[in-house]
């Protein structure tokens, strides 16, 4: 008997019996092993995130699932690559709504914070404006295997069998500390995998695909959402994040100094010229929205996504990648665009989107042994006594 994952979903995969007796003593570890994995899967689906420990972002609220998905059409998938202790990688993709995002092509922009990053497709939605491909979030050299994935896919797509030129948008992160990056383990397999897995509804968050061998701030990082919905008397629109968190700083939630309470910090040991926590890295920052806008519209909103990120104590180092790639589900000329007089309450809310799903990213993850060693997960009973402390949390009692 063989137990794998295949899509977020397990599978039992029993060889051949050679005995009645073989088979009852098989058949009664298959039930523990099956009521095992399956506690296992229900924990995965039960993570605690920010808002779960009384962290609440900002004034705006959530979307019902409280993720990018919130985003109608919007869907996200994962392929997660664990090989020993030395394979920590994976693959998850951004699906904008529709069936051939290449014929359906919608606005967009890319902002970047600090450019020291890989970003396949950058220029070309820069000049034209527009996203005609899926959004693959990967490891820093998977990015040309992942982008070769994704124009075998924009290709292979009905309706497109003359198109002689896409533009495959990939993003990456170094993981190359939990990963033995230099094996390259990503393969176009992966990337169409979590192509065909990605659905709506819950996103699986924390050490799930392209997060799968991320650090931040010195703890493990990894894959976060969050969502935010505007009244309807602003428009009632909504802006959905995604992030892949790689990147180092002094980590702070919600005002609370949490990284120097902890005692794990950017240039914490600059006094003894001795620099432990490098605050090099990345992120990744995906946002979707469903208000109609053009491509300079969701430039300045993609910029805003910035701010958010600066709320949890990034850096932006010299040698972090921080890029925000955003899009509209609303292709131009559908509907009256948003007024920029109309756009603060936007602005307000991918800041808030940005920073939850930072924060989710932290929460959501777990401890990982890797090639180069460990990194443990944010200590959680250490930093909701911080948050207590310094006011961002009441009564923690009452959460459980």
């Known amino acids: ?42 924990s995965l689906a039960e993570t605690l995130l920010a ?23 919007v869907r996200v998938g994962h392929e997660t690559i664990i090989r020993g202790e030395s394979i920590n990688t994976g693959v998850t993709v951004v699906m ?14 890319i902002v970047v914070g600090n450019g020291f990053g890989k970003l396949i497709g950058l220029s070309q939605v820069e000049e034209l ?40 948008v990939v993003g990456e992160t170094n993981d190359g500390f939990l990963n033995d990056i ?14 065909e897995s990605a659905k709506s509804g819950p996103v699986e968050q924390g050490s799930v695909g392209a997060g799968r ?21 602003l428009g009632g629109w909504t802006v959905g994040v995604l992030v892949q968190s ?5 980590l702070t939630i919600m005002g609370a100094p949490v990284g120097k309470e902890l005692g794990q910090y950017y240039l914490q040991d600059v006094a003894t010229d001795v620099q432990e926590q490098n605050p090099d890295g990345s992120i990744m920052i995906v946002v979707a929205t469903d208000a109609p806008l053009a491509s300079r519209n969701i430039k300045r909103l993609a910029r805003r996504a910035l701010a958010g990120l ?37 602005f307000q809310a991918v800041i808030e989107a940005t920073e939850e799903a930072i924060y989710n990213s932290l929460f959501a993850a777990t401890t990982v042994t890797g090639y180069r060693g460990t990194t443990e997960a944010l200590p959680r009973e250490a930093t909701l006594e911080i948050l207590q402390r310094y006011g961002v949390i009441k009564d923690r009692n009452a959460l459980q």
């Open 1 to 42: 008997m063989i137990v794998i994952r295949v899509h977020g979903q397990w599978r039992i995969r029993i060889a051949r019996l050679k005995s009645r007796l073989f088979l009852k003593v098989n058949r009664q570890l298959l039930t523990v092993l099956v009521f095992t994995f399956l506690v296992s899967d229900q």
């Open 51 to 73: 808002r779960d420990h009384g962290v609440v972002v900002g004034i705006l609220e959530p979307g019902p699932i409280n993720a990018i998905t919130d985003v109608e059409g």
């Open 96 to 109: 904008p709504p529709g069936d051939n995002i290449f014929r359906q092509k919608l606005p967009a922009a």
């Open 129 to 168: 404006g527009e996203l005609e491909s899926p959004i693959v979030l990967t490891c820093t050299l998977c990015v040309h295997t992942a982008a070769h994935a994704v124009v075998t896919y924009l290709l292979s797509l009905p309706g497109n069998e003359q198109v002689r030129s896409v533009n495959a």
């Open 182 to 195: 230099r094996a390259r383990a990503v393969t176009e397999s992966h990337v169409f995998s979590a192509i």
């Open 213 to 233: 061998g991320t650090r931040a701030f010195g703890w493990k990082g990894g894959i976060g959402s969050s969502s935010r919905v505007l009244p309807i008397q």
């Open 246 to 250: 790689n990147y180092g700083g002094v």
């Open 310 to 346: 600066a709320r949890t104590g990034s850096s932006m180092s010299n040698g972090s990648g921080d890029y925000v790639i955003a899009f509209s589900t609303v292709a131009t000329g559908l509907k009256e665009e948003v007024r920029n007089d109309d756009m603060s309450p936007l």
